[in-house]
């Protein structure tokens, strides 16, 4: 527990010294949101994924079945094509699904750590999370989803009802649908000045320091858990080296093959793309971590 405040005292200070600099350099803020969203993705992002194959091969091992990592790399790459294509011929359908799968992702850590059991509430906190994340910046976001959706898709229908709610009560809902038992309350009220500190952020810097600085590493401490490895964080973050590689060198590849008019008309937004195709094979493999029988189990001990 003491490890954990700690953690999150260090991310408000952290926090709270970037929009110090944003304040001082209005006119670096978008650089600056992009190094936080580099950094983040280099540190956690990535490497909490990088290391499915572990959880997969953990999973396999309490069902009493053969783990071979060529199959699951196969099942893994497959699906990330298969998303692909669905952006590629619907980027409506494909936005949907990235936020809905974010959402359910954030939800289930999230509420796992302030152990909180119900499915159907922890999606609607997802939901609401994503909201307070994405919506207060209305401008912004426009102009990323002009770049990758036709202007009459029905998402902007959408999107323009959830501009006319007042983003204070996605925070609120936030706090009450998390509000947790005596022993996590100091956790909680940290963790809601976190996210009231994301707000401050803009929309990439805010959602990438969320992202990672929070989800990541909570992740990365429920796989720690879930594996029974005995590994430190450091020792497994480690272990994530490979696929992190692995997973950069692909994207890496992906903008050299890649027009470049592409990168300078769509830009961050299509680099989000590419990072959300890792959503759906990640999410997949971590919802084992978050069955009952698992949080029943990491709550008893």
């Known amino acids: 527990m003491k490890s954990s405040i700690t953690y ?39 490497p909490h994924g990088a290391i499915d194959h572990l959880v997969a091969k953990k999973t396999s091992e309490t069902r009493k079945e053969k783990f071979i990592l060529l199959h699951f790399l196969y099942r893994y790459t497959l699906i990330m094509l298969i998303y692909g294509c669905v952006w590629w011929l619907f980027p409506g359908l494909g936005l949907c699904l990235f936020i809905f799968l974010t ?22 906190y997802g939901i609401t999370l994503t909201a307070w994340l994405l919506l207060p910046h209305q401008a912004d976001l426009l102009n990323w989803l002009h770049l990758i959706i036709p202007q009459k ?3 902007f229908v959408i999107l323009y009802f959830l501009f006319k709610i007042p983003t204070i009560i996605f925070i609120l809902l936030i706090g009450l649908i998390s509000f947790p038992e005596r022993s996590k309350r100091i956790d909680w009220v940290l963790f ?30 429920d796989i ?18 490979p696929f992190t590689l692995l997973s950069m060198i692909g994207l890496i590849v992906v903008y050299a093959i890649t027009p470049d008019s592409v990168w300078q008309n769509f830009g961050a937004p299509a680099f989000i793309i590419l990072i959300s195709l890792l959503t759906l094979p990640h999410m997949q493999v971590m919802q084992n971590i978050y069955n009952k029988e698992y949080i029943q189990e990491s709550q008893g001990s």
């Open 224 to 241: 720690k858990n879930y594996i029974n490895s005995g590994n430190t964080f450091v020792q497994l973050w480690k272990k994530a080296i």
């Open 153 to 155: 898709d029905p998402v």
């Open 103 to 124: 959402a359910f992702h954030f939800g289930a850590t999230d509420m796992h750590y302030f152990r909180k059991k119900n499915t159907i509430l922890s999606f609607f």
């Open 8 to 46: 999150l005292i260090f991310l408000l200070i952290t926090g709270l010294l970037l929009k110090l600099i944003v304040f001082l350099f209005p006119q670096k803020q978008f650089i600056i949101e992009i190094l936080i969203l580099l950094l983040g993705v280099i540190f956690t992002g990535i």
């Open 192 to 221: 809601m000045l976190l996210l009231i500190l994301t707000n401050k952020l803009g929309l990439i810097g805010g959602f990438a320091f969320y992202f990672s600085g929070w989800h990541g590493y909570q992740a990365f401490n």
